[in-house]
């Protein structure tokens, strides 16, 4: 019993039930690399877990910054036709038409509806389109305005129109209302649909 005793409390023995009775407390690089594979593990998921996080939100973030755009913008679009009467108001230019004609009409409606404040599912369900192909038509507009976010592209759109002529931006848009964003009601039928509404979801 005795040698028993002394074989319990040796210091290699106690070195290893230091060793393994003290694994929760163990840190990554401690000496004879304790638990190093489930450290690695935990240290790779807390990773991938912030990575995702990261991404939710920037996205929450873009969804806010989209809309207080879309209020601003609506705050100034109730004043749109006393601004576009005003004798200071300015033309609009010949580079600026012709953007506005290079536009195709589901173009027209995604920067239309993109001027409102409406995110890319709203979008998807008035067009009768995925997601991913508004995407695409948010960045065609983004591309032919200049800029590279969708609210920079909003701001440019809305001033445009601002000072175009009710007739003119019906020409150029395939013949879209200037107003058609502004009035749309999901919820009643939209008179304007077949110019823009695809029969097949995409």
Same mark, same amino acid.
């Given at each position: 019993? *005795?040698? &028993?005793?002394?074989?319990?409390?040796?210091?290699?023995?106690? #070195?290893?039930?230091?060793?393994?009775? !003290?694994?929760? +407390?163990?840190?990554?690089?401690?000496?004879?690399?304790?638990?190093? %594979?489930?450290?690695?593990?935990?240290?790779? !998921? $807390?990773?991938?877990?912030?990575?995702?996080?990261?991404?939710? &939100?920037?996205?929450?973030? *873009?969804?806010?910054?989209?809309?207080? %755009?879309?209020?601003?913008?609506?705050? /100034?679009?109730?004043?749109?036709?006393? =601004? #576009?009467?005003?004798?200071?108001?300015?033309?609009?230019?010949?580079?600026?038409?012709?953007?506005?004609?290079?536009?195709?009409?589901?173009?027209?409606?995604?920067?239309?509806?993109?001027?409102?404040?409406?995110? $890319?599912?709203?979008?998807?369900?008035?067009?009768?389109?995925?997601?991913?192909?508004?995407?695409?038509?948010?960045?065609?507009?983004?591309?032919?305005?200049?800029? +590279?976010? =969708?609210?920079?592209?909003?701001?440019?759109?809305? /001033?445009? #129109?601002?000072?175009?002529?009710?007739?003119?931006?019906?020409?150029?848009?395939?013949?879209?209302?200037? !107003?058609?964003?502004?009035?749309? $009601?999901?919820?009643? &039928?939209?008179?304007?649909?077949?110019?823009?509404?695809?029969?097949?979801?995409?």
């Amino acid at each position: 019993m *005795e040698a &028993e005793r002394n074989y319990n409390t040796t210091r290699l023995t106690e #070195m290893y039930r230091s060793r393994y009775t !003290d694994v929760p +407390k163990t840190k990554l690089g401690t000496p004879f690399g304790l638990n190093r %594979t489930t450290n690695s593990t935990i240290e790779e !998921d $807390n990773s991938v877990m912030s990575n995702t996080n990261i991404r939710f &939100e920037l996205a929450r973030m *873009e969804a806010k910054i989209d809309i207080l %755009t879309g209020l601003i913008l609506k705050s /100034d679009s109730s004043n749109s036709d006393q =601004r #576009m009467s005003g004798a200071t108001q300015a033309a609009i230019t010949a580079s600026e038409q012709a953007l506005m004609r290079s536009m195709t009409t589901k173009q027209h409606v995604t920067a239309q509806l993109l001027v409102d404040g409406w995110s $890319n599912k709203e979008i998807a369900g008035v067009i009768n389109i995925g997601e991913n192909t508004v995407k695409l038509h948010v960045r065609a507009v983004c591309k032919k305005v200049g800029t +590279k976010t =969708r609210g920079q592209a909003a701001m440019i759109i809305s /001033d445009i #129109m601002e000072r175009m002529e009710p007739s003119e931006y019906k020409r150029t848009s395939g013949g879209l209302p200037l !107003d058609w964003g502004r009035t749309l $009601n999901v919820e009643l &039928e939209d008179h304007y649909a077949a110019l823009y509404r695809s029969k097949v979801n995409e």
